[in-house]
């Protein structure tokens, strides 16, 4: 039997970097229900490993500063494709160092991996709210994220 993993990301106090950590409680209970671990944590770099260990598959999900993208657009990258793209993102500091790292030392890493990068225009300020942008396309947003997670678990 296969093993799937979804690892939200993000700041509870760092306003629109919080999408990750609400797009996980949004969609936990859904994505438990198709046996997908569900992980959401304010870690980052190789505090992950223990949460992408033992996995077939893994799907990282947090907020990106790419300026290539409308604000809430969603964006599926491999590990390689996030390493070129560079965005800013306070949970990316070491997370493909972290796959790297499980991937070199052959630590019972996932066979595939993906990113799922929210855009925001700011993951930096200092809030306890998402900003109006993100708010206003939630419902959206959480529904694509989970219809790209159940198509890469499920492909």
Partial sequence: ??????IFLGNSILGDDRIGLIA???????????????H???????????????????????SVKTNKYPIGSVIVFSPEEFKRAKPMAPHFLGVV??????????????????IIGIEVKDPYIISEELS???KEHLDKIIEEIYHKILEFILS
């Fill in 1 to 6: 039997m296969y093993k799937y993993t979804a």
């Fill in 24 to 38: 996980g409680e949004m969609l936990k209970e859904r994505l438990v229900s198709h046996g997908i671990d569900v």
């Fill in 40 to 62: 959401i944590v304010e870690r980052s770099g190789l505090a992950l490993l223990d949460y992408l260990s033992g996995y077939e598959k893994a799907v990282i999900v947090d």
């Fill in 97 to 114: 160092d972290a796959i790297d790292f499980i991937r070199n030392l052959k630590l019972n890493e996932p066979k595939k991996v993906i």
């Fill in 132 to 134: 109006r942008d993100l």
